[in-house]
């Protein structure tokens, strides 16, 4: 059996039972604020799902990986860890009768250009110290700093567009934010719920969000030898809204002082600190004015962040259909161009003979 076929075979079994991982946070951590019902599969049975594409290639890129922290190969050097996340993820979702849809992210906002940049730089940091770590033999260091090297490049688009074309799963090419767009297929009663880690499509204002969806398994907890069991969880935005007796522009303005993918925040305010001055304040223009000082967001870098939030760029111009696989493509795709074992593929095709079946349903979720 060759090195790639073995890789395959590890990753097959741990993604029907666990998954370490570790990966860098995006996005605004509001989930002490939130209260989190824990979930089975089942719990999303013929609802469908609009999955944050480039959330959880980032989670394949950095988590199905060798002992030693390099990504999964195949004989030409092409990375091939998001083909088998994707494919066996997905698998998975449809043999539990979920419908997903995945939206993948447009032009980002120029205020976002410094977020972007801070995390190329720590993508070069981590390649460092993970090369150093090689040479001195650590592997559990090498390891851990080879997931924050993860990069999901335009190659790694085009080649998980194009399997899940030949799957027979939608997606959507949103215009900019690919959270902002799957809120707005949650708010116009698309799709059931947000599947992403991040907690950003909640200021989008997506009424359900699931988070754990692609990555149920094990966790490692930063930096301890300890892990913790992952499962989905379901987060209700109006309810913990009014649990926190706020409101969604409030809860944007509460984002602005931690800060987000837009602006930096404000030293020392997290999520508890900032919801008690926005319920002093009232908003974030008053709450910044007690703050004082000069390194605050000004009033326009306000007004754009509350558009990206409460206005943002979406499109409707989109179909959700499912089919059945194109197995002679996938097969193409994964084996002649990869090199899967097309006598692990085979199996997993199967997976998705639900999809006709599911098709055949009327009211498919009800809200």
């Not at 989670?59 to 860890?81: A, E």
């Not at 150093?132 to 790694?156: F, M, N, P, Y």
């Not at 193409?332 to 199967?350: A, M, T």
Request: with cysteine; hydrophobic share 35%; charged share 30%.
């Amino acid at each position: 059996m060759s090195l790639l076929s073995l890789n395959l075979s590890s990753t097959r079994k741990t993604y029907n039972r666990y998954v370490d991982f570790e990966i860098e946070k995006m996005g605004v951590d509001l989930g002490d604020l939130f209260k989190k019902e824990q979930c089975t599969f089942t719990d999303f049975r013929d609802r469908i799902i609009v999955i944050d594409a480039y959330n959880v290639l980032h989670q394949f890129l950095s988590i199905i990986r060798q002992r030693d922290g390099t990504p999964l190969k195949d004989s030409h050097g092409m990375i091939t860890s998001h083909l088998s996340g994707l494919l066996y993820r997905t698998a998975n979702l449809i043999e539990a009768r979920i419908k997903p849809v995945y939206v993948f992210d447009g032009e980002p906002h120029p205020l976002k250009a410094k977020v972007i940049e801070q995390r190329k730089q720590r993508r070069l940091q981590a390649e460092k110290e993970w090369k150093e770590a090689l040479e001195r033999g650590d592997i559990e260091t090498a390891r851990k700093k080879a997931q924050q090297t993860s990069r999901v490049t335009d190659d790694i688009l085009e080649q998980s567009k194009e399997l899940l074309d030949a799957l027979g799963i939608p997606y959507v090419q949103a215009p900019s934010e690919g959270e902002s767009q799957a809120s707005h297929m949650v708010k116009k009663g698309d799709a059931y719920a947000v599947g992403s880690q991040d907690f950003d499509c909640l200021l989008f204002g997506s009424s359900l969000l699931v988070r754990n969806l692609t990555s149920s398994g094990r966790r490692k907890l930063p930096n301890k030898k300890a892990y913790v069991k992952v499962t989905p969880e379901l987060i209700r935005l109006k309810p913990g809204l009014t649990s926190l007796n706020i409101l969604q522009k409030q809860l944007v303005d509460m984002a602005i002082l931690i800060g987000t993918d837009f602006n930096e925040g404000i030293k020392g305010y997290g999520p508890k600190k900032s919801l008690s001055l926005i319920k002093k304040a009232g908003n974030v223009e008053n709450a910044l004015a007690l703050i004082g000082g000069s390194d605050v967001p000004t009033l326009q870098e306000i007004r754009e962040i509350h558009n990206i939030f409460l206005h943002p760029q979406v499109t409707d111009d989109y179909s959700l259909t499912w089919s059945k696989p194109d197995d002679e493509a996938v097969l193409k795709i994964l084996c002649d161009k990869h090199q899967f074992s097309r006598e692990r593929i085979e199996p997993v095709l199967e997976k998705f003979s639900v999809i006709e079946t599911m098709m055949k349903q009327k009211n498919l979720f009800d809200f």
